[in-house]
Each structure stands twice: as structure tokens, then as C-alpha cells.
């Protein structure tokens, strides 16, 4: 079986555990996926994809750090290529740029080439739930309910009109600035599960490892 891991270092991780095993369900595939949380280099060892979810990306890079986590991080996603998404503060560790705080700078993992604005969209209780019309779920699909908090906005890429973008994806690497493990609306956790399969076919045409 394939290993899909889900950093817990900080923050909702417990809430995309369980979206993904539901969303795994739904999926008729001939790869057995298992789900593990991953706190050290040996359990990351272990995954072929990986998600970071959201809380505090500071935080997260700090323990990261401290775990001797932060190079293996970025081996996985930048050389190893696996895919990887990352949801609010996950997006911001997964940006190879990001503004400074008040406390100053921070270490990010990198991997997707924009520059993000870690809380664009205001303050804790400043969050707000809004309709998203997700084109890569399906034409047509019922709206996403993106939860944002504190959540960052993607800023250097070029959006249309004042459309702001919050949700980017880049080669193996994915992030959104909302929160889709706290909806409950599996769509988006099917859709990436789905493009894991995908990676891990491609790999084993390959013949590497899976
Ligand atoms: N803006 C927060 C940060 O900088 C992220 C908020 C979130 O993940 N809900 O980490």
C-alpha cells in the first residue's frame, strides 16, 4: 500500500486524516492507500505524498526546525517531486516567498513559485466562509465552501481582473488558502487523491519506486 502522510507537527491535521480516509473510500483504485501522521524524518521516509495542513505556519517551520525536519521537507518536495498540498498555513511553507511578520522573517520548505501574503484576508475573527466555484472539481459541480482564517492570499501571479487567487497548483505541489478539511465535502481530498494515483502510476511506469 502507498503511503500518504499528513504533517502533525502543528495545527489540523487530525481533520485532513480523516477527509482523506473518506475520500479514499469513494475511490475505486488498485493502490491501497494508508494514512499516517508525520512528526520525523523516518515516518516521511515512509510516504509517497504528503499534506501540510493549516494552523500557524511559524509555528510549524519552528518545530520543522527543531525536528531537523525542515531539509527532508524540502528534499520531498523539491527533489523527490512527490506530490505535496498544502492548505493555509501548509500553502504559505510550501511558497518559495512570503511577507515578513512583525516578528520577522521565517523558513519556508518552498516549492511553489509565488509570493504569498500570509493573512491578507485579515484577523482570527475577521474569518469567513464563501462559495468557490472550483473548475478542476467538474463543470457544473455544486459550489465548495472555502473556510478561510487568517488565511493568505497568493500574490504573485497574475489574476484577472481583481480576482485574487487563492488556490495554486505548480508541478507535484498544491495549495489552497482555505481549509477544505473543515467542511467535511470530500470533493477536494477525492480530486488530489485521485492525482496521487495518477503520480504513482506514472512512477511505477518508470519502474522507480513507488
Ligand atoms: N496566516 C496563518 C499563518 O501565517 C495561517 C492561518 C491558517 O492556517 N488558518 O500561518
Known sequence: AAVVGVLALQGAFQEHVQLLRKAAAQITSTYELSFTLVKTTAQLAQCSALVIPGGESTTMALIAERCALLEPLREFVKVARRPTWGTCAGMILLSESANRTKKGGQE?????????????FGRQVESFSVPLQLRFLGEGEKPFTGVFIRAPVVEAVLPRGDARVVAVRQGNVLGCSFHPELTGDVRMHKWWLETV????KRREKLGGSV
Do not use: K, Q, S, T
Not at 108 to 120: E, M, P, S, T
Not at 197 to 200: A, Y
Open 108 to 120: 519556508l520548505i518552498g516549492g511553489l513559485d509565488v509570493r504569498v501574503n500570509r493573512n491578507h
Open 197 to 200: 494515483i495518477e503520480d504513482l
